[in-house]
């Protein structure tokens, strides 16, 4: 049992009961740049742990009222078959492509990680003009066919990569349903543990997951996101958002070094920096005169 993975599970956790991000996107690329695990195997895992913890982090934002009940119900209807797929494409690939397939698998993870923290700071810098948020979806029959496409895109990445239950479900949350920013993490978390389990089963009948290594991440994860989802109605989350976009730019970056694809350790640094930075700078500048939406808000 190493301590160093239990303080890491507790970190990851108190992030995803604040923000509803940042579980398979952050504990993945942890997991193989830090502790060298397969990928293949850091994906599993990461997909086993993530569903007991977001299923605690669930129940509370439950108690809490912040969960949309029947919209993370539509979405699950797209997203569980196509996380299940992606888990049995993952398989295939395996087989197919031999010895190639970690490089091949590490280049997908990077790829979501990359997409999930520019899709964070679009939102963070770019936020759509529609200023109207309600605390449920009205789920008309257009609203329905949304949600379970959001569903299947994002579940099909997750069940492949792991990441972007949260992240990019939490987008079209906002994007698509404008849904109030407590609802968009209490409804992002419910839907997640749905997702994870849906994906972890498939994941434990391929033989991918490490239960020794999931039962270390949940010793600090458990309370971690109970934590953080009880912060979450006193904390504002949008620097936590923003901070966690450059720190998953930078995981993918690394994540692609590490694939030997010819990414130099300059570019995995400076990237994130210069990201990080024109954010903070943009941000600002736009607070100064007013036309931008406020951190609380992003």
Known sequence: ?????????????????????????????ILILVFGFKPVTAVGTDLAYGAVTKTVGGWRHLRQ??????????????????????????HVLEHVWGKSFDKGLLIAVA?????????ILARLLFPNGETVEFHSSPLTPRHKVSAILLGASVGFVLGVTSAGSGSLIAVGL?????????????TDVFHAAILLWAAAIAHVIAGN???????????????GVWVGSG????LPVGVMRAT???????????????????????????VPVVVGLGTWLLKSIR???????VWENA
């Open 231 to 234: 912060l979450t109605v006193r």
């Open 65 to 90: 009222h912040t969960v949309d009940m029947k919209l993370s119900g539509w979405i699950a209807i797209g997203s569980v078959p196509s996380a299940i797929a992606g888990v049995w494409v993952l």
């Open 287 to 293: 607070a100064r005169v007013g036309s931008g939406a």
């Open 244 to 270: 966690l976009a450059v720190v998953l730019l930078a995981a993918g970056l690394a994540l692609l070094e590490k694939a030997d694809i010819g990414i130099a350790p300059s570019i995995v640094i400076g």
């Open 174 to 186: 906002i994007l698509i349903f404008r849904l109030t920013p407590r609802r968009v993490v209490g």
């Open 111 to 119: 790829c979501a990680l990359m997409l999930t923290g520019t899709v």
């Open 209 to 223: 997951v490490d239960f020794g290594l999931a039962g270390t991440i949940l010793i600090g994860s458990i309370p």
């Open 1 to 29: 049992m190493d301590p160093l993975i239990i303080v890491f599970g507790f970190g990851v956790g108190v992030l995803v009961g604040t923000t509803g991000i940042g579980g398979g996107s952050l504990m993945t690329p």
